[in-house]
């Protein structure tokens, strides 16, 4: 579905990304991990085309999105939730889900307000708050759920249970479970290992802006040494 070849990129002159390869299948789940600052965002960015590729390839269901502006690559069926959530502060819950529903590939079963209110019980009953007003935890439920309205074939997590209480992120991580069960494809950036380990079906490890590790759960939990010292500081 999703292919990443050698991709090079970064901000001005200062190179980031050195040479990012992975790839996600329909209905995968796919973590992407590493330390802070190793360039995990900085890949998503490329992809979404918030950030120019230098090099390399970007493929979705076989279209080269390389090149395309951010709203193309969105068009394509790419939906973010970046990091640090944006949601629309001055919009209720409600509003902020109704501004960007659209089903522009035509799915059969479209998100709707009500699916992601049953997906998220604790945003239906905040759906009349102003999203500033709501917790850290239901500000993230909200940006997922705002993704989810856009009905992308692809979701990105950008470290969507982080600066969470436990509790929170066990229902992110639950809601992950759910999406990976309606055969929703996506990638998460995380940390998380064990939590990762039974939601993801494959993991690549980005160090200094190259993707150095990759391998299925079973690989992570034969090679758990090595893959927490790639994230250990
Ligand atoms: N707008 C920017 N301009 C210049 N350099 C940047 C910019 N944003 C990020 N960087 C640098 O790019 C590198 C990779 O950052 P990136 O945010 O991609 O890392 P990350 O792996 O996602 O880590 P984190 O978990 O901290 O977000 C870092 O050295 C960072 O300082």
Redesign the pocket.
Known sequence: MLRVKNLTSG?DR?Q?LFDISFEVGPGEVVCLM?R????????VRALMGLLPAWDGAVEFEGRRLTGLSAARVARQGLGLVP?GRQVFSNLTVHENLLVVAANRRGEAQPWTVDRVYELFPGLHERNGSYANLLSGGEQQMLAIGRALMTNPRLLILD?ATEGLAPVIRDQIWACIGRLRQLGQSIVVIDKHIQRLLEVADRFFV?EKGRTVWSGAPSRVRAEEAVVKAYLSV
């Not at 802070?36 to 965002?41: D, Q």
């Open positions: 901000y200062s980031i590493g802070n600052g190793m360039g995990k965002t900085t890949t990091e470290e980005v």
